[in-house]
């Protein structure tokens, strides 16, 4: 049973944003709902007021601007999914958000819901890592934007204070090949045991002039593998090149025993799919 709540409903953004500035720091906002009230139910939060956002049209829409794809924050997994610019400039996260959850959750879930409740095992955050994505953050005070690897801090842990509110995610048109995998106990609607997203560019020679490298579910928070990036640039991504740099990936994770899978288990799978999917990215471009 949930627990009683009050329950606010703004028409507009900046309705919203009085809102959250005037019940700080008792109000959670909702949207989707996939995750809070889970976390209501089992007392996992505590808050006393609750703010549906969800039929705020200011957080909804997929666009390009300015060389830049954003995606408002309310926006649907499903739509993710939908979006012929997602599969065209974000592949990677159009990848992973047809692996979240079942066509139900996709259809409620929103992006910002995803990052903001800051899941080790979030599926949205590596594609969006390797994408060098950024968030908007808008308070009654006014936006400031965070790259997202900055963003997630720890555990359900990140940057967003009480009266922001997360209205949109960006990146730049990505250059170069990517790609995402996710291991879970079942094909759908499972949690991730480890998931890794890569984006690898390359110059007319074949060097490798940007890597990306992104892991979830092995951490406390989804992790770039930065000295695994570092160790790519430069090289012409020869196996020897690939097998360095997804030994470091797996170095970098700091993986725990769980319902879902061992620390051994993702150590393991981390490397494999590391040196897998730069494989991959290498043969694409």
Same mark, same amino acid.
């Given at each position: 049973?949930?627990?009683?709540?009050?329950?606010?409903?703004?028409?507009?953004?900046?309705?919203?944003?009085?809102?959250?500035?005037?019940?700080?720091?008792?109000?959670?906002?909702?949207?989707?709902? $996939? #995750?809070?009230?889970?976390?209501?139910?089992?007392?996992?939060?505590? %808050?006393?007021? &609750?703010?549906?956002?969800?039929?705020?049209?200011?957080?909804?829409?997929?666009?390009?601007? #300015?060389?830049?794809?954003?995606? /408002?924050?309310?926006? $649907?997994?499903?739509?993710?999914?939908?979006?012929?610019?997602?599969?065209?400039?974000?592949?990677?996260?159009?990848?992973?958000?047809?692996?979240?959850?079942?066509?139900?959750?996709?259809?409620?879930?929103?992006?910002?819901? #995803?990052?903001?409740? !800051?899941?080790?095992?979030?599926?949205?955050?590596?594609?969006?890592?390797?994408?060098?994505?950024?968030?908007? &953050?808008?308070?009654?005070?006014?936006?400031?934007?965070?790259?997202?690897?900055?963003?997630?801090?720890?555990? #359900?842990?990140?940057?967003?204070?009480?009266?922001?509110?997360?209205?949109?995610?960006?990146?730049?048109?990505?250059?170069?090949?990517?790609?995402?995998?996710?291991?879970?106990?079942?094909?759908?609607?499972?949690?991730?045991?480890?998931?890794?997203?890569?984006?690898? !560019?390359?110059?007319?020679? /074949?060097?490798?002039?940007?890597?990306?490298?992104?892991?979830?579910?092995?951490?406390?928070?989804?992790?770039?593998?930065?000295?695994?990036?570092?160790?790519?640039?430069? $090289?012409?991504?020869?196996?020897?090149?690939?097998?360095?740099?997804?030994?470091?990936?797996?170095?970098?994770?700091?993986?725990?025993?769980?319902?879902? %899978?061992?620390?051994?288990?993702?150590?393991?799978? %981390?490397?494999?799919?590391?040196?897998?999917?730069?494989?991959?990215?290498?043969?694409?471009?």
């Amino acid at each position: 049973m949930l627990p009683e709540f009050e329950l606010l409903r703004p028409k507009t953004l900046g309705e919203a944003l009085d809102m959250l500035a005037e019940h700080a720091p008792d109000v959670m906002p909702i949207a989707g709902g $996939t #995750n809070v009230v889970v976390a209501l139910r089992e007392r996992d939060v505590r %808050s006393s007021v &609750l703010m549906d956002v969800s039929g705020l049209a200011d957080l909804r829409g997929i666009r390009a601007e #300015n060389g830049h794809v954003v995606v /408002g924050g309310g926006t $649907t997994i499903t739509e993710l999914v939908e979006s012929p610019l997602i599969a065209e400039k974000g592949m990677p996260l159009a990848a992973a958000a047809v692996q979240l959850g079942n066509p139900l959750i996709r259809n409620r879930a929103t992006l910002a819901g #995803n990052l903001v409740d !800051a899941s080790p095992a979030a599926d949205t955050a590596p594609p969006l890592l390797v994408l060098d994505a950024e968030v908007e &953050l808008a308070s009654k005070a006014g936006t400031r934007t965070v790259l997202l690897d900055d963003f997630l801090v720890g555990v #359900n842990q990140t940057l967003c204070q009480p009266d922001e509110l997360l209205v949109a995610v960006r990146w730049a048109a990505p250059d170069g090949a990517a790609a995402f995998h996710k291991i879970g106990l079942r094909k759908a609607g499972a949690c991730s045991v480890a998931t890794v997203a890569v984006r690898v !560019a390359c110059d007319a020679a /074949g060097r490798c002039t940007k890597a990306r490298i992104a892991l979830g579910a092995v951490a406390p928070r989804p992790i770039r593998a930065h000295a695994a990036e570092a160790a790519l640039v430069g $090289t012409q991504l020869t196996d020897e090149d690939i097998a360095k740099a997804a030994k470091l990936a797996a170095g970098a994770t700091s993986p725990i025993d769980d319902v879902r %899978s061992t620390a051994a288990y993702r150590l393991h799978v %981390s490397e494999v799919l590391v040196g897998r999917l730069l494989g991959e990215v290498r043969a694409a471009m």
